[in-house]
């Protein structure tokens, strides 16, 4: 069964750093386009960034760029967030997502793979 898992989440003080990390199975997902979500309590789940299939196209919300960065393992069935200079606002469950269609991370409810999420609590 295809699943994907987060892992790397945690406590940090702003301007601190974490990396988050999605390992893919169950399938093959080296066709897929990979991404990031997170959602603060009380809000709707929001684009962070997302990574074409071959790491050719990144995407960020502008929310996130300059302070995040989106990879892909060489196996392609690793995504990476690095988080930099991060802010109590960052503070959210982080949800990593696949999909054939690139244009599908801008609605999140046509994606075709979720993680279960990992938290990030970003202190002042």
């Known amino acids: 069964q295809a699943q994907l898992v987060e892992s790397g989440g945690g406590l940090v003080q702003a301007g601190g750093s974490l990396r988050l990390s999605c390992a893919a199975s169950g399938r093959t997902f080296s066709n897929y386009h990979m991404g990031w979500f997170r959602q603060a309590p009380g809000k709707e789940r929001e684009f962070v960034a997302a990574?074409?299939?071959?790491?050719?196209?990144?995407y960020y919300a502008d929310s996130v760029k300059g302070r995040f960065t989106i990879s892909r393992g060489n196996a392609k069935n690793l995504v990476y967030l690095q988080m930099n200079s991060l802010k109590p606002e960052d503070t959210a469950v982080y949800y990593c997502?696949?999909?054939?269609?690139?244009?599908?991370?801008?609605?999140?409810?046509?994606?075709?793979?979720w993680g279960k999420g990992t938290l990030v609590t970003v202190s002042s």
């Open positions: 997502a696949a999909d054939l269609s690139l244009g599908s991370f801008w609605d999140a409810s046509g994606i075709d793979y």
């Open positions: 990574i074409g299939w071959n790491g050719a196209t990144i």
